[in-house]
Each structure stands twice: as C-alpha cells, then as structure tokens.
C-alpha cells in the first residue's frame, strides 16, 4: 500500500525560481529517500536522509524531516529546465524490512 | 556505465501469452527488487530478494512470479498478461537494503499488451 503522499501533485515555475515539494507518511520510518525520474526512464536516487537527522543539503537541493509530523519537504533552489521531471519520495522502515515504499510523486516543470 | 541492466527496454505481448523481463547488475548487490509503474503512478513493489530469499507482496498477483538464479541476474515472469498489466517495469538494488541505503534503478522494460 502507498506510505505517503506528495503535494502538490503538480508544479510549474519559471527557470530561477524555488521549488518547493512536500511528502507526508504514515508509519515509522528509518529513513527517506528522494527520487527524481525523467518521463519514460528509470529513478535515480537524490538524496537520503536518516530518521535522526533534520535536514540535509546536496547541492542545489535541501532536505528536511520533521518525524513527530510524519513529513519532509524536498526544495531545489535557482531551478533549471533540465530539472523538470517527476520527484517521488519513498520510506525506508526498520532493519529486517528492506521494502522502499513510494510516494505518489510531484510532477515538476520548469518553464525557461 | 549502466550497473543495473534491464532487457528488453521495450516488450510487446499479446493477451495471455508470456513475458519474461530480465535484469542483471554488477554490483554486487545483495538486494534486488521489482516494481510496477503504471501510468503517472507511483511504483508498486511487487517483490524483492534479500540474497536468496524471496519476499512477495500479500497484493501481488499469483500471475506474476520471479527468479533469482545468482547475485547477478533477476527474472520477472507474467504468465498470463492482461490489459491490466501493460505498465512499466522497474528494477532495483541496494547493497543492504532500503532500510540503510539507497536503491538503483535500472531504466525500465516498458510492457504493452495488445
């Protein structure tokens, strides 16, 4: 069954700009993973981070984790057309249970 | 260089005749998964290996089934697809699994069934 849900579903910007996508679950978690996939191609892993940490940079890209509200927010900033794609974030749970679960995922454009 | 390899990319079948999709990766990973991707959706786990134990989903189909024959290679196997089951398929590794590491993906075996 789906552990999260993204909101928005969809998001359009202009090149520049901030994107800003949040990820609420349900369960409790090891960590979370962010997942960017290109239409038609597979995921490729962004960005992990672990139930006792509150925020993570790699890049242009900032991860937060608030666990007692069961959310995360991914936000790429000075955005890029190339950026344009699907973002999905997806729970790892306990050790012993190595199921990745998947968001219903934020559908990014960046307009140029 | 690609490190999980997904074949065919694409894959054309009729209503009710088998499909096998392939996946090998040079990893080394112990953990190998499949996931279903539907159109605009999320992917769905269907199942995934830790080494040589296999974990099936209680909501997947007695229809789809899989193999694992050494740490390199990992089949999935519809044998009987219906329109239903036309979606993308996605698999992926992780070195000890998602509870501690990430997952790579391969870039897919697209299924249509006419």
């Not at chain 1, 927010?73 to 057309?81: F, K, N, Q, V, W």
């Not at chain 2, 296999?54 to 007695?62: C, I, K, V, W």
């Not at chain 2, 740490?71 to 000890?96: E, K, V």
Request: hydrophobic share 30%; glycine share 8%.
């Amino acid at each position: 069954s789906q552990q999260g849900e993204e909101d928005p579903q969809a998001l359009s910007i202009q090149e520049g700009e901030n994107a800003t996508m949040n990820c609420s679950y349900k369960t409790s978690i090891n960590n979370l993973q962010w997942y960017r996939q290109n239409s038609g191609r597979g995921l490729v892993h962004l960005i992990l981070i672990r139930s006792n940490e509150r925020e993570k940079h790699s890049g242009r890209l900032r991860v937060t984790l608030d666990t007692s509200k069961k959310s995360s927010s991914l936000l790429i900033t000075a955005s890029r057309a190339a950026d344009t794609a699907s973002y999905f974030c997806a729970t790892g749970r306990s050790f012993g249970n190595e199921k990745l679960t998947f968001g219903t995922g934020t559908r990014l454009t960046i307009i140029p | 260089d690609a490190m999980v390899i997904q074949n065919p990319r694409y894959q054309v079948t009729q209503f009710g005749k088998p499909v096998t999709l392939s996946c090998s990766q040079t990893l080394n990973h112990n953990v190998m998964y499949w996931y279903q991707q539907k159109s605009s959706q999320a992917p769905k786990l269907l199942f995934h290996y830790y080494d040589k134990d296999f974990n099936n989903e209680a909501d997947t189909p007695d229809n789809f089934q899989s193999r694992r024959p050494n740490t390199s290679f990992c089949f999935l196997d519809i044998r009987s697809p219906g329109l239903g089951d036309a979606a993308m398929y996605l698999c992926a590794t992780s070195r000890q699994g998602a509870s501690t590491g990430e997952l790579f993906f391969g870039e897919g075996s697209r299924l249509t069934v006419l």
